[in-house]
Nanobody, 112 residues
């Protein structure tokens, strides 16, 4: 099983990024998936989740209205569109299974 994130980078406050996560070796289309992040010096925090068919999405309050989670089961790919980024969004972002197994992460830095 492998999850590989990409799309992170350095962006100014108010900017946007789109994260991707390609899954292999697991029944992606049958799985609830989520994005979690680890801010500098802090623990992991849940950001957003999506049901197996993409019909149900959930978000932590601080990202509601700014982030959009989606998936393409034909491509075994999970996405996180992040708009209106704030400095507090800085951290390493991971895609993860419900069990918590996650990829290597991608760094997102929001700074002027």
């Amino acid at each position: 099983e492998q999850l590989v994130e990409s799309g992170g980078g350095l962006v100014q406050p108010g900017g946007s990024l789109r994260l991707s996560c390609v899954a292999s070796g697991l029944p992606f289309s049958d799985l609830y998936m989520k994005w979690v992040r680890q801010p500098p010096g802090k623990g992991l925090e849940w950001v957003s989740g999506i049901s197996a068919d993409g019909g149900t999405t959930t978000y932590r309050n601080s990202v509601k209205g700014r982030f959009t989670i989606s998936r393409d089961n034909a491509k075994n790919t999970l996405y996180l569109q992040m708009n209106s980024l704030q400095t507090e969004d800085t951290g390493v972002y991971y895609c993860a299974k419900a069990s918590g197994a996650r990829g290597q992460g991608t760094q997102v830095t929001v700074s002027s």
